[in-house]
């Protein structure tokens, strides 16, 4: 045989194992009945599938379900949601044998691939105050937003406060997002009920990597809603419930149409749609960046060096989201270490020092764990009212 190459010039192939990828959060899973499925279509309790346009949910559900009008909702919205972003999970609510929603929730987040959004039929918890309360847990627990419509003459009323919307904001869940569509509306348009899919979708124009990309729905345009009509009075219940609507805007006889309004969740901590969902999107970033840093060699646990490497990384990842516009600064805060007012130029101070690991508990020793890191960040939010004063002299 001829000399071999390889005893003049080895070549060792490394290969490195791929790290973890980011979450996609522009996503959404259905729950769906086997009442809504099209005739001689077939489709088993307990399984999924995933679609990459409305015309292909048309094919299993009849045309006037729930199921199918959050799919128009969906992939109607501009831009479009990425192909097979739409899923739709079978739920057994056989009224013996089967499962509760609650149930069929687990199921589906156990066996089903992972979905940040999740639509419900209306009818299931639309009077239910009690499954309401449940949903909402179960959203916080999970972490899934779940919208959810009402429509009871009720909750535009300012004087009462036992409706559900009133409960449900009362509760404080951080996933849940409530909107109203008015009960002449839904007569007109069943549809209506969901209208609240495409608002979600419209979060497929935050791009993480992007440069001021981040996005609030408020004031957005909805295509193929029907924009509420009502009295002043209506209107600030809606406002006082943290319902959500969508409506038209005039002045002066000069209007714009179908705007979405008063986009908040039921959060305790005062949070917007795009809060909760902005800040799920940074902490993916920061666990998959964090996870890949400490897994793709060894990182030495009481080495300042290397825990520096991922106090930088995970610093880097809240400095792109001041680049997005996630996070807002320059923003003066007092510093806890301090108790010193200081400035922060990009919305984010770590308290995390390379140094930290020297001083590892016995039980972080043990564990091999790095000490937490600490890192504050202060959201850049949304204007949402412009007050204007002229003075005249």
Do not use: C
Not at 359 to 366: D, F, K
């Amino acid at each position: 045989m001829a000399y071999p190459v390889e005893r003049i010039v080895p070549v060792n192939l490394i290969l490195q194992a791929a790290g973890l990828q980011y979450a996609n959060f522009v996503t959404w899973r259905s729950i769906a009945t086997a009442d809504m499925l099209a005739v001689g279509a077939t489709f088993g309790v307990d399984t999924f599938k995933t679609y990459d346009d409305a015309s292909e949910v048309a094919q299993d559900f009849a045309t006037d379900s729930p199921v199918y009008y959050q799919a128009q909702y969906w992939f109607g919205s501009t831009p479009k949601p990425g192909a097979s972003s739409f899923q739709v999970w079978m739920w057994d609510n056989d009224a013996v044998t089967g499962d509760t929603l609650i149930q069929t929730l687990d199921k589906a987040e156990d066996q089903a691939p992972w979905r940040f959004f999740i639509g419900l039929p209306q009818s299931t918890y639309g009077a239910d105050e009690l499954l309401s309360l449940d949903l909402a847990a179960w959203a916080d627990a999970n972490r899934h937003i779940i919208p959810l419509t009402f429509s009871s003459a009720d909750n535009t009323d300012e004087n009462i406060d036992t409706d559900i919307p009133s409960v449900l904001q009362s509760n404080g869940a951080r996933f849940i997002t409530q909107k109203f569509r008015s009960p002449s509306i839904v007569a007109i348009d069943e549809r209506q009920l969901y209208a609240p899919t495409a608002e979600m979708a419209f979060f497929q124009r935050f791009n993480f990597d992007g440069i001021r990309t981040s996005v609030d729905p408020e004031f957005k345009p909805m295509l193929n809603v029907i924009g509420e009509d009502l009295r002043g009075s209506q209107y600030t219940a809606l406002e006082s419930k943290r319902l959500g609507f969508y409506t038209d805007i005039e002045l002066k006889g000069e209007r714009v149409t179908s705007r979405t309004k008063n986009s908040w969740t039921t959060s305790a901590f005062n949070e917007t749609v795009d809060d909760v969902f902005s800040l799920e999107v940074l902490a993916n970033r920061a666990q998959v960046d964090g996870f890949n840093y400490i897994s793709r060699r060894k990182r030495g646990l009481r080495s300042p060096r290397d825990y520096e490497g991922l106090i930088a990384t995970v610093e880097q990842v809240a400095h792109q989201a001041f680049i997005n516009g996630t996070l807002g600064g320059p923003v003066t805060i007092e510093d806890p270490r301090t108790g010193e007012d200081v400035t922060l130029k990009y919305g984010y101070l770590m308290l995390s020092q390379g140094e930290d690991v020297t001083n590892l508990t016995e039980a972080q020793i043990s564990a091999r764990e790095y000490p937490p890191i600490q890192l504050i960040v202060v959201l850049a939010r949304s204007a949402r009212v412009a007050a204007i004063s002229l003075t005249v002299e």
